[in-house]
């Protein structure tokens, strides 16, 4: 089975100051898919990025990056210059080869404050 | 594109009372999942439905169940209603799997939030 662990559950940081964000996925799959999901206060979980456990390198979009150790199974989610709007839960979740089946962190809480 | 449409977005039930909930994915998509959302467990995993049939289920009791019609709308439906079942209900969309396709992902609605006095 596998397990999502977020150990950050609220992060408050100034405007413009970089947020990142842990995650740690434990699997004993090879071949998996990982996100990170944000839920503002509206309830909806809007899709943020993937990356599947056989990527090879980490990626940049945008304001989003993020950091995929496979030693270590963390998944780790940075936002740079960060902005009001960026205030939400955020979520980890990872899902195995074979279905639609997203296992989820606990959240993170992030506010930023103007 | 439209979005996936959850309704009702709020119901209110008493304990015993049977509930539907409807969602109707992004146009194109089959899959649909279920998943709840309560603030002691988190998001958990109800069901997936694929061209009406279920492909993946959770770890929840008979009570919970859900069917997929062949326009790949779906409902959701709880029986014989507890208190624990209070939480919000999302519904998630999908071409197919996430591991079909590099750039899969699930498309998630605004919820129905069901409170059980």
């Known amino acids: 089975a596998q397990k999502v662990t977020q150990a950050q559950t609220e992060i408050s940081v100034v405007e413009k100051e970089d947020v990142t964000l842990d995650c740690v996925y434990e699997?004993?799959?090879?071949?998996?898919?990982l996100f990170w999901y944000k839920q503002p206060p509206s309830g909806e979980l809007v899709f943020l990025i993937r990356?599947?456990?056989?990527?090879?390198q980490n990626e940049i979009s945008g304001r989003y990056s993020w950091n995929f150790q496979k030693s270590t199974s963390s998944f780790n989610f940075t936002i740079t210059a960060s902005q009001v709007v960026d205030s939400a839960v955020y979520f980890c979740?990872?899902?195995?080869?074979?279905?639609?089946?997203?296992?989820f962190g606990g959240g993170t809480r992030v506010l930023v404050k103007p | 594109k439209a979005g996936v449409t959850q309704t009702p977005r709020y119901l209110i039930k008493t304990r015993g009372q049977q509930v539907t909930l409807s969602c109707s994915p992004i146009?194109?998509?089959?899959?649909v999942s279920w998943y709840q959302q309560t603030p002691g467990q988190g998001l958990q995993f109800l069901f997936e439905?694929?061209?009406?049939?279920?492909?993946n289920k959770g770890n929840f009791p008979g009570r919970f169940s859900g069917r997929q019609f062949s326009n790949s709308r779906s409902e959701m439906n709880v029986s014989t209603l507890e208190l624990g079942d209070s939480a919000l209900y999302l519904c998630?969309?999908?071409?197919?799997?996430?591991?079909?396709?590099?750039?899969?992902?699930?498309?998630f609605g605004s919820g129905t939030q069901l409170s059980v006095l």
């Open positions: 998630a969309s999908s071409s197919d799997r996430v591991g079909d396709s590099t750039n899969e992902k699930l498309f």
């Open positions: 699997t004993r799959d090879t071949t998996y898919y």
């Open positions: 990356r599947n456990s056989f990527d090879e």
């Open positions: 979740a990872g899902a195995k080869a074979a279905g639609n089946k997203l296992t």
């Open positions: 146009s194109g998509h089959r899959s």
């Open positions: 439905y694929f061209s009406e049939t279920q492909r």
